[in-house]
């Protein structure tokens, strides 16, 4: 009989794996040690009738399953949540966004903003994102301090290089951001964040390009979030983005493209043939009336989609379970066939498959033994999750943030039973909602 | 100086009058007294200095508001939440729905599903609701035990009339049904509901809508919740649906039309000049991809129009709040235009909007001196809802059903706390576990 010392042991949970057999197993034991999910199996496997735990967690009545994965937001702007809403987008941006961003963002937001969003998120389930915000090495020290698992990107946009000497210094400070982070991986993973085909040159798109590929990081960046970007660009270089991006050498399996409302047939088969993945963020589109992405011809066509929630000025939330729902029915109506998108489908975009765009499914997205122990607790035991035939239906169509109980990362415990165990939220609520007080003193000035 | 002896007085918090001036009283006061609401105003009012109060609710921290406005569902439906989901419409309805139902459906599945669905409305904002299934005056019973406010709606289809001795029959049913309840009226208000066009023959639509007019109550049906419902209709009738609803005669103020996602804009000027009514149900019609009302549209042409869930197994809940949500993203995306459909308005939608099509705005709907008093406490001192620039942005498109405190129907506490006061949802839950346990043994056979 093997020896069973774990740190956590979770019991009589309802165990969904999002393994590639998607296993589902009732009244389920978890084993997790050092970090690690160690074994994994049924409450009554004499092979576990032994096991000891440092601390047990009573699993009945629950779901257990992987935490979810939100492949694109900018956290810090949990800060404008509900701070402009309803409008044209470029009044959006112009009016609203960029002046206070310009005028307010400082290594504090961000810190104020990062600690805000991370107990948002918790509480809702998520344990792992990718941010793409400014001072992104604050975001990064943050993350540690609260201990969730992050892909965190240095952003480039030409607007903000008036010239090489500034460009090279970019290039240098990402640099060190990357060496100072790459150690972290997998729970902190630095990359590049390009911001677009409209807002970065050539240049910048290539030159990012080829650093990243020497450090062997991710390159993301928005694409096609709207419909007049293709217009953009084939009126300044004569092709569209897609073929743009393909001719400069930046798409390949290590490219993360986020949005990809208006990615046409031909552009997806490219995507599919280099492995180019998809950050799908549906109910920032849909709010901000930018489109909806042909996820279901994307899947078809074998690209790897995760899911996101884009950041909380155009949402208002982080919350996965919400995007999920959306996720799934947003594609029926527009297809106009209840089919596609099913709910198996849109959990495992916002587990294992977000998982495969960050490149971590080596560590996480699916409760497997030897990998990285992330792991969520759902309570089914409500009036709006009864009865239950369903899991991933009652996961993604009727389930919500609120119902997440307790969350783990990394084999650490960061919510129990609603309580969050590494964030203060109370100070981060108090100081995001002064940095609001004064946005709006200045907005009413 | 008044005498203020109030049944309950709530202090301190945001006040979200939702009436035609759309005030906003913030550190308010409301004083209810024999179910009514007795007085609106700040809480540092003299007028108000000396109020006393049986029961005192500190509303710090929350919106106060009014309760949320559900214009059409099924809620025993909730006993089959998620049996069946993904499916093409005529699978789902003919291979699950139907067959369960003909063989599940009793006044016990009713009263169970009843209990459940209303510990879920009450727990997620929702104080009002019109119902249509079977067994509709034991559904009024339930909500009578509860103390839930409820349009409840008399089923007729010819398919369930085989000739017109049995037609006669359920009339005669219907009457009685109508006679027992009407004295109950605003809470529980009796009202009639025409399956659709296409399972009603002509006869019934009118012979119905004639008794309606006699006995002054409302006449719900399902409409063009289909794109090939027209050409059913076309093909049996030589016009379309509206057309022959016009012809009729059964359209006007008193006739609520259910979806309503194929209505053209010829349809929008026959409902706009005689008054039609229309009840939204966006999250089901996308899960079904049955299609996207063109509600921007219906408001422009001036048609009033609520918002509602449908049944629990097509949505697969009953949360007006994320239905808020959905109402306002689907609209922006739909028309690309992220203007249309702004918190307010689909906050109006969930409320005053919502009472209009029930006929009950003059009773609840809003929250004004004279109104009974059916009043929800949100609670805003949450990370997902910090910080606060905009409070009907933050309730459309941050809130979630959780985030409701306390809710008051008719000046009594229904919930308080999160605590439901007048439903044992324990015991609902197990009775429903119960039948779905049953469905799925047969099921399995």
Redesign the interface.
């Given at each position: 009989m093997q020896e069973n010392n774990w740190d956590i042991a979770i019991t009589g949970g309802t165990l969904i794996t999002m393994s590639a057999g998607m296993e589902i197993i009732e009244d389920s034991l978890v084993g997790i040690k050092d970090g690690l999910i160690s074994a994994v199996g049924r409450n009554n496997d004499p092979n576990f009738s032994t096991f000891k735990a440092k601390e047990l967690i009573n699993a009945s009545g629950c779901i257990v399953m992987p935490g979810l994965v939100n492949t694109h937001t900018h956290i810090p702007m949990?800060?404008f949540?509900?701070?402009?809403?309803?409008?044209?987008?470029m009044e959006?941006l112009s009016k609203h966004i960029w002046p206070v961003e310009m005028r307010f963002i400082s290594k504090k937001l961000v810190y104020d903003g990062a600690m805000?969003a991370m107990?948002?998120m918790i509480?809702?389930g998520t344990t792992t994102f990718c941010d793409s915000y400014f001072f992104e090495d604050t975001t990064a020290e943050t993350i540690s301090l609260v201990g969730m698992r992050a892909v965190v990107s240095q952003g480039f946009a030409d607007i903000f290089m008036s010239d090489k000497a500034k460009a090279d210094k970019m290039m240098r400070v990402a640099g060190r951001f990357v060496n100072r982070w790459q150690p972290h991986a997998p729970m902190i993973t630095p990359a590049y964040f390009c911001h677009s085909p409209y807002t970065c040159s050539p240049d910048t798109l290539t030159r990012v390009k080829e650093d990243a590929r020497e450090k062997g990081i991710l390159y993301l960046l928005h694409l096609l979030e709207n419909?007049d970007e293709t217009d953009t660009i084939l009126d300044r270089y004569g092709k569209k983005p897609v073929h743009l991006l393909y001719d400069l050498g930046v798409l390949d399996e290590q490219t993360i493209a986020v949005h990809c409302n208006w990615l046409s047939k031909e552009d997806m088969a490219v995507f599919a043939d280099l492995g180019v993945k998809v950050s799908h963020n549906p109910?920032s589109?849909?709010?901000?009336?930018?489109?909806?992405a042909p996820v279901p011809g994307m899947l078809r066509q074998g690209i790897t989609v995760g899911l996101g929630t884009d950041g909380?000025a155009s949402?208002?939330?982080?919350?996965m379970i919400?995007e999920m729902?959306?996720a799934?029915?947003?594609h029926?109506?527009t297809?106009?066939?209840?089919?596609v998108m099913?709910?198996e489908t849109v959990l495992k975009m916002a587990t294992i498959e977000g998982s495969k765009v960050l490149g971590l499914d080596k560590f996480i997205g699916s409760i497997e033994t030897g990998k990285q122990a992330d792991i969520i607790l759902v309570d089914m035991?409500q009036?709006?999750l009864?009865?239950?035939?369903?899991y991933y239906?009652?996961l993604v169509?009727?389930s919500?943030?609120?119902?997440v109980k307790t969350s783990i990362i990394n084999g650490k415990i960061v919510m129990k039973n609603r309580q969050l165990l590494t964030i203060d939220?109370e100070t981060?609520?108090d100081n995001?909602?002064n940095?609001?007080a004064e946005?709006?003193n200045q907005k009413l000035r």
């Open positions: 949990v800060c949540r509900g701070m402009a809403d309803d409008l044209q987008l959006w805000l107990a948002e509480l809702s419909k109910e589109s849909m709010k901000l009336a930018s489109g909806v909380c949402n208002n939330d982080l919350d919400r729902d959306t799934a029915k947003i029926k109506v297809s106009m066939d209840p089919t099913n709910a035991n009036p709006h009864t009865p239950l035939y369903n239906s009652q169509y009727a919500r943030g609120a119902d939220y981060a609520m995001v909602n940095i609001a946005i709006i």
